[in-house]
DNA sequence: CTGAAAGCGCTAACAC
DNA sequence: GTGTTAGCGCTTTCAG
């Protein structure tokens, strides 16, 4: 640590504009801009001396001054519930993988699931003058949704807001619920706790349909006493099965909707002394890092994140150029990957 | 999945100007940009009917050509290796929280680690006009860095680049790699391996210090069969520690340079059957979920991501604004949790 | 093939 | 207190 107090300053990097350039070539502004753009209408002679003094002078388009011509800013927004989740990181990470090389830049934004957030992260967006919008919805209907569909290009992820119209691309949480549940099943279990995040949304409400038809295909009589709503959060399920373990519930099976969820089930067990799987087997959800690296490691759900975050970007980028879309809602399939749980 | 192919489209929502209410006002622009930036120079008056008007038309002032202007873009950049991995995506969630309520938003870039990218990524954001930049800088010394110092603000975070002037926020690593071999030699390991990411940056080689102090304080041999050089992976580590278990290479401790690779170490061991902590112990660093939750829990060293996110935003913003910053490194205090592996 | 000129929406002197 | 005016740097008709 320095005491000394320095005032910073940046050079004023006076940057040169499309004007000089123009003048040094003794052609017009419009000229530079044709072949800057690759317009046509140059010959081959003045596109090589304005590339050449582009090139010597350094001259770098402000695209500033760009967008408020074309009225295309090339960045789009990302409105995530939590981008400390691996699992939303990893779609993040496939749509800034995709849209870089389109020549688009990306603004995150962290709701942490908090609607008042999401309100002002999407005037946000709409002043900042995005070209398009990829959201993990969380709010509730307030009539935003369609008001700022109605303004820029959106696509939904992961979660499916269920208007009319909407974009959507989500994973097959009901045929994941169902494999989750008939695993166990299969396994042997009778008694199958499911752990929901507490904020209905519709990965949860598919998952749960899931559940409770694996349930009723094999005839399982379904008991409202090992439906666990919580926030998503080790401890919380932690907490949550060992209140199950204690009041004396039987169970015999843990489908959590959330690997970290899972991860809590297994924390509770293990203090009580429940070996996994012999008395108890549990399956996650997303298949990320955790649940291959914890030990048991644990059975789960794939959800194919980088695909999703592709398929989202293709189409907001379709979108945005205007093109026709084939289908309005994605869904990906899912995948069972068997491990140590089960 | 329907077949059906629409044509998605906007409404051209015709958005209105400053001179639009301007008109109905009877005033002119600058009134009207001065009351919209509360500048002064207008009455009571002519306040009221103004922003009346602005809300009653639902105007919402375009930021585009408001940058132009002013050359601010009230948007920053932040270059980061791996938004996948919780400790980057901690810190980008603390600056993120920090910048919004000051009316920036946040670009972010994902690099992967590729100097490439890296590369291409600062000329982005050049182009895209940030008011500033948060860099996980993570390429060697090719001029690049300095030229973009030149041009906007630039705070470093977690990784230091040594370049004279630079403004840099870190953890204390070398007293994180000091406390996590202390730590593993007082509790009677003699035989120490160190696991390093093999991308020799700032970090890696703070830790790498502490560990060799450490070991030369309490007067422990250094053995170069035990540095273990590789890419931050679970799988890596479990693989390094297998070899060196295969080889008959002893050793009764291991400091691991990131708690993902204390996973793999742990993988390793269970395979072997070797009991942690009784035959190894082990140490991480970071403090990460995976830290907490992992079966043993794993001793890590916690670097304090939200305060090195919200001092590097701070910083940023400072130099942005043109104050004077008191110091130019900052060094964030690391400590040692104490859980199941030691 | 090329240039002149208008203007995107806003801010900031400067004059009154 | 308020209006006039001149651009910011670029694209894009329209004429030639």
Redesign the pocket.
């Known amino acids: 640590m320095t005491g000394a107090t320095e005032k910073i300053k940046i050079k004023g990097t ?9 003048k040094i ?13 690759d ?9 090589n001396k304005v590339l050449r003094t582009v090139e010597k002078l350094g ?13 295309k800013t090339r960045s789009i927004g990302i409105i995530v519930p939590d981008i400390t989740n691996e699992y939303f990181a990893n779609i993040i990470l496939a749509i800034q993988n995709f849209f870089f090389p389109q020549g688009y830049s990306v603004l995150v934004y962290n709701t942490n699931e908090d609607q008042g957030k999401e309100d002002l992260y999407l005037k946000d967006l709409e002043a900042k003058c995005v070209d398009g919008l990829i959201y993990f919805f969380c709010m509730e209907d307030r009539g935003q949704i369609d008001a700022i569909r109605k303004k820029i290009p959106v696509v939904f992820v992961d979660r499916n807001p269920n208007r009319k119209g909407a974009v959507v691309v989500e994973s097959d949480n009901y045929t994941g619920g169902f494999l989750a549940t008939e695993e166990l099943i299969k396994s042997g279990c009778r008694n199958i706790v499911i752990l929901r995040h507490i904020l209905t949304n519709s990965t949860i409400v598919g998952r749960y349909k899931g559940y409770r038809d694996a349930l009723n295909k094999y005839g399982i009589p379904f008991n409202p006493d090992l439906v666990l709503d919580m926030y998503v959060n080790a401890n919380a399920s932690k907490e949550a099965i060992c209140r199950l373990i204690e009041c004396g519930i039987a169970f015999d099976g843990i489908f959590a909707c959330t690997d970290w969820l899972a991860v809590g089930a297994l924390m509770a067990l293990r203090k009580h002394n429940i070996k996994v799987p012999q008395q108890v087997k549990v399956v996650g959800f997303d298949n990320v890092s955790i649940s291959e690296y914890s030990s048991p490691s644990i059975t789960t759900i794939n959800q194919d994140k980088t695909r999703l975050g592709e398929i989202a970007a293709q189409m907001l980028l379709d979108m945005i150029d205007g093109k026709s879309i084939d289908e309005k809602n994605i869904i990906l399939p899912v995948e069972l990957i068997k491990r140590e749980t089960t």
Chains 1, 2 share one sequence.
């Open positions: 006076k940057s040169i504009s499309i004007k000089e350039i123009a070539c003794g052609v017009s502004t419009a000229t530079v801009s044709r072949v800057l753009n317009n046509g209408r140059f010959s081959d002679e003045t596109k001259y770098k388009t402000n695209n500033i001054a760009k967008s408020l011509r074309t009225k």
